[in-house]
């Protein structure tokens, strides 16, 4: 696994930012906003910029929705992430010449570009398998699959939270073990080793019921790998921040 990106410090961005990704699960179609606003970080993130010029966005979102077959207008996209407030029209009001980010997201601009870019990998992760489910539970174990390969462990909760109150008795700890390890490695990288030692091991013992697979979710190598992971953060303790090797976390892999 690739270094898992930073964490949003400011909550209302963070949820704000995993909005826009939800909404982009539901519906292929609505990953619009999402485009664009990985666009904008990618042209604002030169040193010494806060402005993109409106010209420069739009090609870049046109391209952008070129590359993944998106039949969506980008002037109307763009329009329609500036009304979030995430981003802001620069210039006079009658004729912007440009877009600024919001204060919350300058202030977070390279954890926030490093999200965009996981969130986009993620989604065309899920595009690729030739199959999906039409089932609920199965659909939200694909979804955080693919989240969770990009390291995005509090997105995961969420997409599996939705879900895992809806279960009937047998299948729910499955889900709430597979939560509880995300929630383990964001609380790693969140710098709370008592809360990411808990988790990982609860999810963990939760989740070694439903081995070797369940749900078209393979599961022991899984938990061997997690299991390393608990033993290597425990035995490094408050140095785990620093010297944890997140090369460690495991994949969720699901069959075809």
């Known amino acids: 696994m690739r270094n898992p990106p930073p964490p949003i410090r400011d909550l209302e961005l963070r949820d704000r930012l995993s909005e826009l990704l939800g909404e982009a699960l539901g ?7 999402l485009y664009v606003l990985r ?7 030169v040193p010494g910029r806060s402005e993109v010029r409106s ?16 039949q969506v ?5 763009i329009e329609g992430l500036l009304n979030s407030k995430l981003l802001y ?11 600024v980010p919001s204060e919350e997201l300058q202030r977070e601009l390279s954890a926030a570009t490093l999200r965009a870019e996981a969130y986009c990998r993620a989604l065309e992760r899920l595009s690729r398998r030739q199959t999906r489910s039409t089932r609920e539970v199965e659909r939200a174990i694909e979804e955080a699959a693919c989240l969770f390969n990009e390291g995005l462990f509090f997105e995961v909760h969420e997409v599996l939270e939705a879900v895992w109150l809806k279960l009937g008795e047998r299948p729910r700890p499955l889900l709430q073990g ?8 964001h609380h790693l990288e969140n710098g709370n080793l008592k809360g990411a030692l808990s988790l990982l091991r609860e999810g963990g013992e939760k989740v070694r019921d439903y081995c070797p697979a369940h749900f ?3 599961l022991e190598q899984f ?34």
């Open 178 to 185: 597979l939560i509880q390890i995300a929630v383990g490695f």
């Open 73 to 77: 207008s980008a002037q109307e996209a």
């Open 55 to 70: 010209e420069a966005l739009i090609g870049a979102v046109e391209n952008a929705f070129r590359e993944i077959g998106l």
């Open 223 to 256: 938990l061997q790998q997690t299991d390393a992971c608990y033993h290597s953060i425990e035995s490094l303790g408050s140095d785990a921040f620093d010297c944890f090797d997140r090369r460690m976390i495991p994949q969720m892999r699901l069959s075809a």
């Open 39 to 45: 666009s904008f970080l990618r042209l604002v993130g």
């Open 216 to 218: 078209g979710l393979e």
């Open 89 to 99: 029209p620069s210039g006079n009001d009658v004729r912007p010449q440009g877009v």
């Open 27 to 33: 519906k292929p179609e609505r990953a619009a906003p």
